[in-house]
């Protein structure tokens, strides 16, 4: 059985919706920003918090546990530079308790979603894993405190993991049961297909004078599911024991800049959006695209889904849930 932490979020819902296709699956969420909803039917589903040691117990008590994947964290960039506590405790502090517990029963095997926020601004076109990890923000620095983590109990308790680092996950499942469902949004294509129906009196841009070839800034959009089938390939690679440990990018390679997003999300919907040129935000750099050769070669994956994919997919979602 695989113990799914964060499993009612947006990309563990869609890793779960595919992992209980072959395999028995435990769900753990607290839904602070996760939905009961999301969580497929054929998932046992516990209601607790990752830091509650109690809650832990009692599940590696109940369930065969095999191995876990964890997407329970606060992601939320701004709110983090407020707010660090609030991130070193439900970020850090919580995967401390839920490995120790790991541990004490016998599960080494572990699947981390992290960021490439850990990067920071790096000074590169396209990041590989050996770029140096010097994060700007709390948020960046929790996910780079557990990966340092995870490296220690590797060495000293034979922990076997892999870490998967990736910017923005997009899009919607195929079956439009699921998508991306934030509260509030911060995400660029949800807020600009939120505004074409309707929702939002016009979409921002931040900065037009980048050294870019439109000027707007370029960032790295995979479609969830394809993000979802790394996972699994990485759980397969841990559970068959191909793999013992590895840190990846997953990337599309080629970056996607704010005005080619918003032309797609025009071209897919067919509607025609209010935009606002505002002054660049401060530290917003202008690329962060991440090379993924090293999954592809190692783990045959690759992302597949092309933009409109992805935008079609999430239109699909959103228009459905404003039906």
């Excluded at 025609?272 to 505002?278: D, G, L, P, R, V």
Aim: aromatic residues 8%; contains cysteine; negative net charge.
């Amino acid at each position: 059985m695989i113990l799914v932490v964060g499993g009612a979020g947006y990309i563990g819902s869609h890793v779960v919706k595919q992992l209980v296709e072959t395999k028995p699956v435990v769900v753990l969420d607290n839904l602070s920003t996760g939905h009961r909803y999301a969580v497929d039917k054929r998932a046992v589903f516990v209601h607790g918090d990752l830091g509650d040691r109690a809650t832990l117990v009692r599940m590696f008590e109940k369930y065969p546990i095999d191995a876990v994947m964890h997407f329970a964290a606060n992601s939320l960039v701004g709110e983090s530079v407020v707010e660090p506590m609030k991130y070193y405790k439900n970020n850090v502090a919580a995967t401390l308790t839920l490995l120790e517990t790991m541990m004490e029963y016998g599960v080494k095997r572990f699947i981390f979603s992290s960021t490439a926020a850990v990067y920071g601004i790096p000074n590169v076109d396209l990041i590989t894993e050996d770029c140096p990890t010097n994060p700007i923000n709390p948020y960046g620095r929790s996910k780079l405190m557990i990966e340092h983590m995870l490296s220690d109990f590797a060495s000293a308790y034979d922990l076997r993991y892999v870490v998967l680092r990736y910017f923005n996950a997009a899009g919607a499942h195929e079956s439009g049961d699921i998508g991306e469902d934030h509260h509030p949004e911060t995400h660029l294509i949800p807020l600009i297909l939120q505004h074409l129906l309707g929702l939002r009196d016009k979409i921002s841009v931040f900065g037009t004078d980048y050294d870019t070839p439109d000027g707007t800034c370029i960032r790295d959009y995979i479609h969830v599911t394809d993000l979802a089938e790394a996972h699994i390939l990485a759980l397969h690679a841990l559970l068959s024991d191909e793999k013992k440990t590895a840190t990846y990018n997953l990337g599309n390679g080629l970056g996607y800049s704010v005005k080619e997003v918003i032309d797609m999300c025009e071209r897919v919907t067919g509607k025609k959006a209010t935009i606002e040129y505002t002054a660049r935000r401060p530290g917003d750099p202008e690329r962060l695209v991440a090379s993924s050769e090293n999954i592809a070669r190692e783990l045959g994956w690759q992302a597949t889904r092309s933009l409109e994919d992805i935008i079609a997919s999430a239109w699909r979602w959103h228009a459905s849930k404003r039906g």
